[in-house]
């Protein structure tokens, strides 16, 4: 869709959302402004919030926001955890939908100083806003070996968490881990892998190992769920909440949350099982694959 960032279930999101001209959403995770772009051309309202400063530049550079006047868009930086201060900071207080996708996006993981990818060797940072103080070096080289046990086991399931951690406490006590590449030699050896490593067994051990780092870094699993109470209370009768998530730790917050909702009587959910990319869609898009969408919608 864009050099930026391939929005996921675009089609799927669309119409679940129910898009009406006039009507006020916001998108929690912007982007590259794949959503938002689908929901402005049916007339929609759009609040785009991002953490990632270079999202909101790609986007205002997009859309040539203030060049051409274009009213319709509001950007705004902050964490989605602050949604409801965003959102009434942005005369956003009721809306039709709320849009979270979540995860890493596809420029961060391209733009190597980011440090998010182990298939390239850049800093081992992470961070999805920049001025954070926190890093996945800071983590790499501070925690225990208990504590980094802890991490890869609970955010990532990593199945070789003890290994890993092991060697990155020896692997440092030799020169502090401060790349990708440092990293991702640590958890080849951990998996008893020497010499040189293709992509396809670079992805296979190091997946698990990069994702609860970036997810610790980033705070993601507090977040949501510290977002969609929030969210819930944005929504005008009969808004919706659609939600993308990546891995099984978001989509169970996400699934819990709504059936908590739902108990309450606050509302139905509209997708019983998620909604997952066709198999078109992940042919030509690898970060489909695991995209899970489910959508909440408020009495």
Do not use: C
Not at 53 to 67: G, M, P, S, T, W
Not at 115 to 132: A, C, I, V, W, Y
Not at 207 to 233: G, M, S, T
Not at 242 to 265: N, Q, R
Request: aromatic letters at 6%; a positive charge; zero cysteines.
């Amino acid at each position: 869709m864009n050099n930026y960032h391939t929005p996921v279930l675009l089609k799927e999101v669309i119409e679940l959302l129910q898009v009406q001209s006039g009507k006020k959403y916001i998108d929690a995770t912007i982007g590259g402004g794949g959503h938002a772009e689908s929901i402005l051309n049916r007339g929609g309202l759009v609040l785009g919030i991002d953490i990632d400063q270079d999202a909101l530049d790609y986007v205002q550079e997009r859309f040539k926001i203030k060049d051409s006047g274009l009213k319709n868009l509001v950007l705004a930086k902050g964490n989605f955890k602050d949604l409801g201060k965003i959102a009434h900071l942005n005369n956003f207080d009721r809306v039709s939908a709320v849009l979270f996708d979540l995860g890493v996006s596809s420029h961060q993981v391209d733009a190597v100083e980011r440090g998010f990818s182990f298939l390239r060797e850049g800093p081992l940072d992470m961070r999805m806003d920049k001025n954070q103080s926190v890093t996945a070096e800071a983590l790499v080289n501070l925690l225990g070996k208990g504590e980094l046990y802890d991490l890869f086991n609970k955010l990532g399931q990593e199945h070789r968490a003890r290994a890993v951690s092991s060697g990155i406490v020896g692997a440092r006590k030799i020169k502090a881990i401060q790349t990708t590449q440092e990293l991702a030699d640590v958890v080849a050896k951990a998996y008893g892998i020497t010499g040189e490593v293709s992509d396809f067994t670079r992805n296979k051990i190091n997946q698990k190992v990069f994702q609860a780092l970036r997810i610790a870094v980033n705070n993601e699993l507090e977040n949501i769920q510290v977002a969609l109470p929030q969210a819930l209370e944005l929504l005008e009768k009969r808004g919706r909440i659609a939600v993308i998530s990546f891995h099984s730790l978001e989509d169970g917050i996400v699934k819990k949350t709504f059936k908590d909702f739902a108990a309450k009587g606050l509302g139905k959910i509209v997708t019983e099982k998620p909604i997952e990319a066709g198999k078109e869609e992940r042919e030509h898009n690898s970060r489909a694959r695991s995209a899970k969408l489910r959508v909440f919608e408020r009495n």
